[in-house]
């Protein structure tokens, strides 16, 4: 891990930086890079742009860690307003939720009924849940979440994170039930003892998983998976991998961040691939800003200019 990056993931726990950034009109500024807005009437006034272009979307409201059961259903409510939205306005949207955003920290019973019914509703507008993965210590109960929703709503997926070194074990234990899978590089501080230090085996892992998943899908008919990475090099690679397999480009997404790399979204697009642009929104954006800028911390420089221009 580099110390740039080292810093900016130690910086997104910080309370006292958290408190003094979201105060700052050029923090403001800064993040509209990745970030549309802190309002959902902002994510899909975007989504809707991106649409006219012909960009799939995932809207996923900021926020993790809710102490209360008021909040939780606070958040179910806010997604079924989601759905009933995209919805109205013919958007080719879906949806994707922290577990801890729903209860997981407090009441296990409660989060699986919060993320059933919204798969429930989505699944009545033939649409798709994801659920996110969070830190380490969360990845065995989001696997159980995931797990018993499933065995209800088939229409939910789950993003796993090629930097742990479990997780070629728990797709292992997956695969079994088909699911549909978002592989993702990761973004939270682990230790080197849970996640791969150096980016060549984190990139290796992404690899292998998306072959095993390609070859998984075009033996069993389950759901292609999900490329969530701005790595071209390994988007064309696994790409390749599906066409090998026998399986339609189209079926494999790929999901990049909004405002990152969009000259390749652009490019995957005109080449044929499906691609879906990840909107962010919502007040509790500081986390999951610095995680974003600790993925790629060359991306530090390129906000500094953009707030100064």
């Known amino acids: 891990m580099t110390i740039a990056r080292r810093i900016l993931l130690w910086g997104s726990r910080n309370r006292w930086l958290e408190s003094q950034m979201r105060r700052r009109a050029f923090a403001r500024r800064a993040v509209r890079r990745f970030l549309p807005g802190e309002t959902l009437a902002d994510a899909l006034t975007a989504a809707q742009a991106l649409a006219a272009r012909g960009f799939g979307t995932v809207l996923t409201q900021l926020g993790e860690n809710l102490a209360s059961d008021a909040e939780a259903d606070g958040v179910r409510d806010h997604y079924c307003e989601v759905l009933t939205a995209v919805e109205g306005r013919d958007l080719p949207a879906v949806i994707s939720v922290k577990p801890t955003q729903l209860g997981l920290d407090h009441d296990v019973d409660a989060c699986?009924?919060?993320?059933?019914?919204?798969?429930?509703?989505?699944?009545?507008?033939?649409?798709?849940?994801?659920?996110?993965?969070?830190?380490?210590?969360?990845?065995?109960?989001?696997?159980?979440?995931?797990?018993?929703?499933?065995?209800?709503?088939?229409?939910?997926?789950?993003c796993l994170q090629t930097y742990l070194r479990r997780t070629?074990?728990?797709?292992?234990?997956?695969?079994?039930?088909?699911?549909?899978?978002?592989?993702?590089?990761?973004?939270?501080?682990?230790?080197?003892?849970?996640?791969?230090?150096?980016?060549?085996?984190?990139?290796?892992?992404?690899?292998?998983?998306?072959?095993?998943?390609?070859?998984?899908?075009?033996?069993?008919?389950?759901?292609?998976?999900?490329?969530?990475?701005?790595?071209?090099?390994?988007?064309?690679?696994?790409?390749?991998?599906?066409?090998?397999?026998?399986?339609?480009?189209?079926?494999?997404?790929?999901?990049?961040?909004y405002g990152i790399r969009t000259a390749e979204q652009e490019q995957l697009l005109r080449d044929g691939y499906a691609v879906r642009v990840l909107i962010s929104y919502g007040a509790a954006w500081f986390r999951w800003y610095m995680r974003r800028l600790a993925e790629r911390p060359a991306n530090v420089w390129f906000v500094m200019r953009s707030v100064v221009a």
């Open 112 to 158: 699986t009924a919060r993320v059933r019914m919204l798969a429930e509703q989505a699944a009545a507008r033939a649409q798709r849940v994801w659920i996110d993965m969070e830190d380490s210590t969360y990845v065995d109960a989001t696997l159980a979440l995931f797990r018993r929703v499933h065995a209800t709503q088939r229409n939910v997926g789950l």
């Open 168 to 257: 070629a074990a728990d797709l292992e234990a997956l695969l079994p039930l088909n699911p549909a899978i978002r592989l993702v590089k990761g973004a939270y501080a682990e230790p080197p003892d849970r996640a791969f230090p150096r980016k060549a085996d984190v990139d290796a892992n992404f690899a292998a998983l998306g072959q095993t998943l390609m070859t998984h899908a075009a033996r069993t008919g389950a759901p292609a998976p999900v490329l969530g990475t701005h790595d071209i090099r390994l988007v064309r690679r696994l790409q390749q991998v599906a066409v090998d397999a026998g399986l339609d480009p189209q079926a494999c997404e790929v999901h990049m961040l």
